[in-house]
Structures are given as C-alpha cells and as structure tokens.
C-alpha cells in the first residue's frame, strides 16, 4: 500500500505570493490533517478534512485555507506569504474507523519565504 | 497555549542508557496519547500510544507510563541505540480527531 504522498518536496516562494500544497493520503483514508512543524513550536495543527468537509481548524490566520476532493485528495493553500510562514507543512491520513486513530504522516513539504 | 508541554528540548544519552521524555497536558477530555518518532527528513511515525484508562503500556524497549490524576505521561527508551536517534513527539487526542503535539525532543544516542 502506497503512503501518504506530498508534492512539492521543496518550495521558494517570495513574501506576498501565494503557494498550494498538494498531499495525496493512503487509499482508503478519508481524513486528512494538516499540520506546520518549525523548531521549537512542534507540530501545530492547521486544519483536518473527512469526506471534503473541514471538521477542526487551528488558530491560524484566514491566509491558510484548504481543501479536500472527492477522491480524498487534499490541498492546502496560503496567500499572501510572509517570512515566518517558513516551515515543514505535514500532511497526515487517517481512516478514524472505530479506534483507529492512527496518523500517517507524509514526508511533507518544506517551503522557504524569502 | 500549548495544550501538551513536553520536555526536555533535546536529550543526550550514552548508548545503553535510558531515555526519558515527559509530557504534561491540562485539557481532561484528552483520550488518547501517543508518540510519534521523526528522522530526518521523514515524517513522523507511531511509535506507541497509551489510553488514560492504563497506567503504563510497554513495547519492546519502549515504554509510556501514564499518571492520570498528575495529567502527566512520559516515554521510557530502554537500553537506548544509536539508531535511536530522532525527535520524538508527544500528543494528546481531542474529540475523536483533533491532535495537539508537544513541541519535541531531540534525542543523541552516543555510541
């Protein structure tokens, strides 16, 4: 079984662009979350979609947003870049079946805001 | 706030040794605590996850004990290898599908 699967692996980006990350979760897996990793902060939640509806959504700014398709696909979008929008962006999936709560995380995407 | 504090921010063991990792949490409706282990360049992984209903679970040299009244939960890395070596994350599961992270621990094993 394929894992979860995130593209771009790397992205620059400049302050004031917008930018669209892509994450692709283990078939079968209906949920899938979102999350912003930079050091010393962890892992901090942005968003978490089942079945194309956003069910929990972080404290961040309307700047970051998503969506999910109906094949389970998800995209996560950010407008209006600014530099301490650097970081590792994670992309895990879960079938949150019974007591599966299980998180797969992809390997995620790294972007740099110049 | 940061709903799950962990710490330390980086720990040094020798190999052999034991590694301790301690996570605090406030919120009582947590139900589900597990930990996640990161390599470089990977995404993280479950390692192993606990429910409040047990004080201490154990997977080979991995163990999480659990202190519900102290709303405290640590993770024990037993005999400690080089290959050990990783960031290690705590969590805490809120309603069914909301995860908070401990902000991580990065973990030496020396040789």
């Known amino acids: 079984k394929a894992g979860v699967t995130q593209t771009p692996r790397y992205l620059i980006k400049t302050r004031g662009q917008q930018v669209t990350l892509s994450c692709s979760p283990i078939?079968?897996?209906?949920?899938v979350s979102w999350y912003q990793q930079t050091p010393g902060q962890g892992l901090q939640f942005l968003f978490e979609?089942?079945?194309?509806?956003?069910?929990n959504k972080g404290n961040f700014p309307g700047r970051f947003s998503g969506r999910q398709f109906s094949n389970s696909r998800s995209e996560m979008n950010v407008s209006t870049l600014e530099l301490g929008d650097s970081a590792l962006y994670l992309c895990?999936?879960?079938?949150?079946?019974?007591?599966?709560?299980?998180?797969?995380f992809g390997s995620g995407t790294q972007l740099s805001v110049l | 706030q940061q709903q799950v504090k962990q710490s330390p921010q980086s720990l040094i063991v020798q190999k052999g040794g034991i590694s301790i990792i301690n996570c605090a949490y406030e919120?009582?409706?947590?139900?589900?605590f597990p930990w996640y282990q990161q390599f470089p360049g990977k995404g993280p992984a479950l390692l192993i996850a606990?429910?409040?209903?047990?004080s201490e679970k154990k997977e080979g040299r991995f163990t999480i004990s659990f202190n519900k009244s102290a709303k405290q939960f640590s993770l024990h890395i037993m005999d400690s290898q080089p290959g050990d070596s990783a960031t290690y994350f705590c969590?805490?599961?809120?309603?069914?599908?909301?995860?908070?992270f401990g902000s991580g621990t990065k973990l030496n094993v020396k040789p």
């Open positions: 895990a999936s879960s079938s949150f079946v019974g007591n599966n709560e299980k998180l797969f």
């Open positions: 078939s079968g897996h209906r949920s």
């Open positions: 979609y089942f079945s194309e509806t956003q069910r």
């Open positions: 919120n009582t409706a947590f139900d589900y």
């Open positions: 606990i429910r409040p209903d047990v």
């Open positions: 969590a805490a599961l809120y309603n069914f599908n909301k995860f908070y």
